[in-house]
């Protein structure tokens, strides 16, 4: 699928620069870059999800910390998909 994105010049121009260096075409470049920003949002998203966790059950037995993280990690990757 194509798309048209607006994008500043000097953001341009690096890019463009970069995927000359690595072998890429521009569109490459950017699709990996959007890749790699969406999966960066999602460990964020985890890692919030699991200091949530932590923070109800500090002071707890660790079996009992395991068991909270286990139930929310199931639950976020479950609404991923």
């Not at 121009?13 to 995927?19: H, I, L």
């Not at 470049?29 to 059950?57: I, P, S």
């Amino acid at each position: 699928m194509k798309t048209a994105i607006s994008i500043e010049d000097g953001i341009l121009r690096a890019a463009d620069e970069t995927a000359r260096r690595m072998g890429l075409s521009r569109s490459r470049l950017f699709a990996l870059a959007v890749a790699d920003f969406l999966q960066r949002e999602r460990q964020q998203h985890m890692l919030l999800r699991l200091n949530e966790v932590y923070a109800k059950h500090e002071g707890l037995p660790e079996k009992s910390l395991l068991k909270g993280i286990k139930a929310k990690t199931r639950r976020t990757l479950k609404d991923r998909w």
